[in-house]
């Protein structure tokens, strides 16, 4: 039964370059460019038999390394990306504002909602088409926290914000199906959040 299962390795990106204005080329600073090595340190025991991505940069080249030492190529999907931010997105007021009503969003930027329905529909394709791989995906803070709302509505702002200081982050989730049967914790790498959280 247990090689009936899709497990997931959820990776969110390594450190960016805050101060680089266009959220989609964002590089990784040399810090994070390192700590993707910890990445592959982390998954060199596992049998990796498919790599997707978050289309930004920053995601890409996280699992990059990790992907080609298993002879992966990266497929990607535009829904997979970060959240759209509007003007003054990334404070504590709006974290929690966010959280408290999925369907909130500040003027130009994205609800929560709106992430997870587009991540999810993503995922159970990925999963629908994956039924018994071994995936890594590289993803996002916000992105990735709503996927893991989705399977637990105690999943919150509290949790979000335990995993925003981590660059990267690596959670696996295993699937029978659609389902999350379980998941753990793989790599915790902490770097201070320079977006503007206060």
């Known amino acids: 039964r247990r090689n009936k299962m899709a497990t997931v390795y959820f990776v969110r990106h390594a450190q960016p370059e805050f101060s680089w204005a266009d959220d989609k080329t964002r590089p990784l600073t ?3 460019i390192a700590d993707s090595e910890k990445v592959c340190e982390a998954l060199k025991d596992v049998k990796l038999t498919y790599a997707i991505s978050s ?3 920053r995601s890409i080249d996280t699992i990059k390394h990790c992907a080609e030492s298993h002879g992966l190529k990266i497929d990607t999907d535009e829904r997979f990306r970060e959240r759209e931010k509007g003007f003054n997105g990334n404070n504590l007021g709006m974290f929690q504002k966010r959280w408290e009503d999925f369907d909130y969003h ?3 930027g994205e609800s929560l909602r709106s992430v997870q ?3 999810i529909s993503a995922l159970f394709e990925l999963l629908d088409s994956h039924p018994k791989d071994t995936i890594i995906l590289g993803t996002h803070g916000t ?4 996927i893991l709302n989705y399977f637990d509505h105690s999943y919150n702002c509290d ?3 335990r995993m925003i200081d981590f660059m990267p ?3 696996r989730l295993d699937f029978d199906g659609r389902e999350c049967v379980k998941k753990e ?3 915790i790498v902490e770097k201070e959040f320079k977006g503007n959280k206060k």
Do not use: D
């Open 30 to 32: 040399n810090e994070g």
């Open 55 to 57: 289309p930004y940069k």
């Open 106 to 108: 500040e003027e130009g």
């Open 117 to 119: 329905e587009r991540n």
């Open 143 to 146: 992105a990735l926290s709503t």
């Open 159 to 161: 949790s979000f914000l």
């Open 169 to 171: 982050y690596v959670i």
């Open 185 to 187: 914790e793989i790599l």
